[in-house]
């Protein structure tokens, strides 16, 4: 898609270019080769900052070449790390395919993507990368699953009521249980007065659209059709 059409996932692109102002913070956790860094970092403009944080190798050796090809050093900061409720370190669950690695462990739904390979990457929670890079604005990931931990250590830096990013994020449904739970975060999200703004989903589909309808997001809802 990005290499036929020059853009990839243009609900969010859409989005966030609707979010972003000049001068804002953004953490981009799951940043993969830098395609939204980049995006988000033209956004915020030279007044503003991107930490883009990845995980992989691979994908983080792209990441900080793009970043450097497009002259954006000054904006973006990488970071070759994961995020997750507690500083630690963690075991990288690798894909077939480059965007599909993961700290969660592979479940049934997921598993034939695997390669049966894992290794070990380091951990930050999100207190301490506040306490390290100072508050962002604006959160964005797709960590396959794993946003349920991000979650989890976003809700204790919330303790602090000047601090409320704007979120961001993909949901993988097929990593969630009652041992992983998706549920209790966004719970305490709401207990802190966050609420659901914009949903994207492929209303055509009977497992998106006929469940968001479901849930009461109808055509009222929609701001765009791609």
Known sequence: QLLKYEVREPDHKFLIERELKPGM???????????YALMMGKQVGDSGRIIAVEPSPNNYHHLSLNVILNHMEHVIETRHMGVSNESSMGQLFLSKHSNCHTFHPP???TQEATTGRSIPIPLRSIPDIVEEFGKFDFLRMDTEGFEVEIL???????????????????????????????????????AHGYEVSHVVANFASTTGGAEFARRGYGPDHVIATF
């Open 107 to 109: 479940s049934q739904a």
């Open 25 to 35: 913070t953004v953490l981009d956790c799951g940043a993969n080769i830098g395609y």
């Open 152 to 190: 989890e250590g976003l809700v204790r830096a919330l303790e602090d009521e000047s601090f409320r990013p704007t979120l961001f994020f993909e949901t993988h449904p097929g990593s969630y249980d009652e041992q992983h739970d998706f549920c209790k975060p966004m719970r305490d999200l709401f």
